[in-house]
């Protein structure tokens, strides 16, 4: 079997950069006196890679959601995928320290991005709307762009351009468009998008910002995969960039696999490929992939056998000495006081000693052999020169052991273990008489980097292999602990029903939404969901960590979605409107849109009035824009309100001079009311 590693695989420039400054202020850290040491923290993951970050969190570097949860003087490290431009204002307002891993690539996409929305242009930005550095990016243009995820995407948003007042300005010697792409993104999906476009005669301005990395990264992995009979793909779930590569070895290799580590890849099924190709992701460590390399290595087992020396080896069957592991039958020929002489058929005799065997208190190796007794023993070792063979009685009681946990290697029941010592990679447990290995990346559901904090405590395990020829058993705590939360996401979905108030507490936001987790499982919060108005980012309302009641929408267990509502927690403006507001009374609005025909105003949240041109002013209007702007604040007058049709008709032009009796008459009249 040939195993080959991509070009390419593992680390980039810029997670490297982003790690090796965040060990830089661990170490500044620990070399601070303990009253001037920092609380070190990354706002989300630093990379897409949870062994990684679950290590850096042993050292120290927590993370948290949002600014909102650090102090002034806390250090703050802006993870590589960057951070909104408003990030690091909010930074300063708060006296929080950066330290900026932003990688140079990306940050150069926010640059080009700021440049082109302070020059009035459109900026196209294409990628994965909820990935992070697409976020970042948008923030960075005042959340004016538009981003395009698909082709699908891309034909909708040019015919709506094409249409719009911005295409026109552009076609008459404005700039085009600016497209970027997400720094991941697969060329072909690119290509995809620009035909879509360039179909519809779009006119743009390019930027390929695609990483040289990732195109190098992914060309290497299409090269590989076509040569190979089964590509691995090593990478976090969370990473777009592995994902990526598990799409491009999809395509052009039959039998392609994505694992996070060696503990999801099933050895035994890789010994049927003969040549087994590698790559990884950008945010995967180097340590991960060699683990992996080595694993396949060791373990892949043949059972081809050629049929011509079946004879020989029948021959060689009574000459060769039995191997360590091996199960041996015997006549015992001689019991002594501290041992017993075995013949097993070969050139050598066994010996059993009496530390090998299990003896009740009071009892000698006399009062259990005799002469002429057929035993089975295990070989503990084969002796080439002059003595005997070793053999072990309480090795062989340790098969029924190790049947017991071939059982719950089928049945997946756990059992409990204690953990007895530390040794390179993991550590020993003991169950019954049988000794067995959990990795150190099966000890807990986090990076555990010392196994030191286990030892002589005991836990509930899973048995993930069994090989009792060489007295091997691999347990998982892991995977108990994966199982428990599974259980208990379960648990939380058996006990939610559509149209449930149920408290929850906001952990991230995206440009369309918010992420709420009501009690174990998130929920989207989108952002038609979130007011009765008209929102442009949830941070309008809401802020990370707020607790508050949302309405269960809908349900969908099978891929794991919750929508949630706030706003049907409250009252729908329209239901107060006979309470709070009559014809005749003045109100105070913010003007929220301007038509041709009049411009509408905001009353309060979701409820708006339109005023229409000819009630703007005591004087022939020509053009709403020459009196009124966006944002700004009016005084009008209610003439009419059409509950049925929801409609609150307004007049400023009835505010003014001879209407200020007939006001003041109103607003008592809504007085008492």
Wanted: a negative charge; hydrophobic letters at 35%.
């Amino acid at each position: 079997m040939e195993i080959i590693k991509a070009d390419h695989a593992g680390f980039c420039f810029g997670v490297q950069r982003a790690l090796d400054l965040t060990e830089k202020q661990v170490r500044v850290n620990e070399e601070r006196p303990d009253s001037e040491k920092k609380r070190l923290f990354t706002c989300g993951p630093l990379i897409h890679n949870s062994s990684v970050t679950g290590r850096l969190e042993e050292k120290g570097v927590h993370m948290i959601d949002g600014l909102s949860e650090a102090e002034p003087g806390d250090i703050v490290i802006v993870r590589s995928h960057g951070e909104p431009e408003e990030f690091y204002k909010e930074a300063e307002r708060r006296g929080i320290t950066l330290v900026d891993s932003t990688c140079v690539f990306v940050s150069r996409i926010h640059d080009l991005v700021k440049k082109a929305d302070e020059a009035g242009r459109q900026v196209i930005i294409i990628g994965s709307r909820d990935h992070q550095e697409v976020i970042a990016t948008n923030g960075w243009c005042n959340w004016n762009g538009v981003i395009i995820q698909d082709p699908e995407e891309a034909c909708k948003w040019a015919v709506e351009w094409k249409s719009s007042e911005d295409a026109v300005r552009s076609t008459e010697g404005g700039e085009p468009p600016l497209i970027v792409c997400q720094t991941t993104l697969r060329q072909e999906l690119l290509n995809e998008i620009l035909k879509v476009l360039d179909e519809n005669e779009i006119d743009y301005e390019l930027q390929n910002t695609i990483c040289n990395a990732t195109r190098e990264r992914q060309d290497a992995c299409a090269d590989l995969a076509e040569k190979s009979d089964l590509m691995v793909v090593i990478g976090d779930p969370q990473s777009s960039n592995s994902r990526k590569l598990y799409e491009i070895a999809k395509k052009h290799c039959k039998n392609a696999v994505f694992i996070r580590d060696i503990s999801e890849l099933e050895l035994k099924d890789t010994a049927k490929y003969n040549r087994i190709g590698i790559t990884a992701g950008a945010s995967t460590p180097a340590w991960i992939i060699k683990e992996v390399i080595s694993s396949m290595s060791q373990n892949v087992i043949t059972d081809e056998k050629n049929p011509m020396f079946e004879l020989l080896d029948e021959i060689d069957e009574s000459t060769r000495l039995p191997k360590p592991g091996e199960i041996i039958e015997g006549t015992v020929i001689e019991v002594r006081d501290d041992e017993v002489i075995v013949n097993m058929g070969c050139k050598k005799d066994g010996i059993l000693r009496k530390n090998e065997v299990t003896l009740e208190e009071g009892q000698t190796l006399a009062d259990v052999f005799k002469e002429g007794d057929q035993i089975e023993a295990k070989v503990m070792k084969s002796d080439e020169g002059e003595g005997g063979i070793s053999l072990s009685k309480k090795k062989l009681e340790m098969n029924e052991n190790y049947k017991e946990l071939k059982e719950f290697l089928d049945s997946k029941e756990t059992i409990r273990v204690k953990f007895i010592r530390a040794v390179n990679g993991g550590i020993i447990a003991q169950y019954k008489q049988v000794t067995g290995f959990v990795p150190m990346s099966q000890l807990s559901d986090r990076y555990i980097e010392k196994a030191d904090e286990f030892i002589g405590k005991e836990a509930d395990v899973k048995v993930i292999r069994v090989d009792d020829r060489r007295n091997r058993a691999v347990f998982s705590r892991k995977a108990v602990l994966v199982d428990e939360k599974r259980k208990q996401v379960e648990e939380i979905w058996a006990n939610l029903n559509v149209g449930d108030i149920v408290e929850g507490k906001v952990m991230r936001f995206t440009d369309y939404g918010a992420f709420v987790d009501i009690g174990g499982v998130d929920g989207l919060l989108h952002i038609s969901e979130i007011s009765w108005g008209k929102l442009k980012h949830p941070q309008e309302v809401l802020s990370i960590g707020d607790i508050i009641n949302v309405k269960i929408l809908a349900l969908n267990e099978e891929k794991g979605k919750i929508s949630l509502g706030l706003k049907q927690t409250q009252p729908e403006p329209w239901s107060l409107v006979g309470s709070k507001y009559v014809v005749g009374q003045v109100i105070e609005g913010k003007v929220v849109q301007i038509k041709e025909y009049g411009a509408f105003v905001e009353l309060e949240a979701g409820l708006d009035g339109l005023v229409h041109i000819s009630e703007i002013a005591n004087k022939r209007v020509d053009a709403v824009s020459d009196e009124l702007q966006v944002g700004q604040t009016i005084k009008a007058k209610i003439m009419d309100i059409d509950t049925d049709r929801h409609r609150i008709s307004l007049s400023i032009k009835a505010t003014l001079a001879d209407g200020a009796e007939e006001s003041d008459e109103a607003e008592e009249a809504a007085e008492e009311n």
